[in-house]
Each structure stands twice: as C-alpha cells, then as structure tokens.
C-alpha cells in the first residue's frame, strides 16, 4: 500500500502480488501525477497477510 500521510492520510494505491516462479520477489512502481507528487510524508506498507508476520511500515518526504 502507497499512502500520503499528511492531513486525513489518503491511500494513492494497493498492489496485489502473486509469485508465479517461487522467487518471493515483489515489485511495485507508481507513475508521477501530471503536477508531481504533493510535497509531504509518504509510507509504503509491505503486509504478507500471514499469522506469523507483522506489517512493515517505510516513510519517506517529497519536498
């Protein structure tokens, strides 16, 4: 999940990934907005959707 952090937070997309190979390797990329990318806090969350797994969290800025 891409998500902006600031104010309300807005998820910008969710990507479902299916491993067709057996290498576990996920991609995921985003196209830039015609007007860029707000200025701002940006987490991508990585969640495997297992028992045994937490969700990990990434934050970045834009400025």
């Known amino acids: 999940m891409w998500r902006y952090v600031e104010g309300e937070g ?7 990934v ?10 995921s990329s985003l196209s830039s907005p015609d007007s860029g ?3 701002g806090e940006y987490e991508v969350v990585l ?8 969700p ?3 934050s970045f800025r834009v400025e």
């Open 18 to 27: 299916v491993s067709e190979d057996g290498t576990d390797t996920a991609q």
């Open 47 to 54: 969640d495997l959707n297992t028992d045994n797994s937490d």
């Open 37 to 39: 990318w707000p200025p």
């Open 10 to 16: 807005e998820d910008i997309d969710s990507v479902g």
């Open 56 to 58: 990990i969290t990434k």
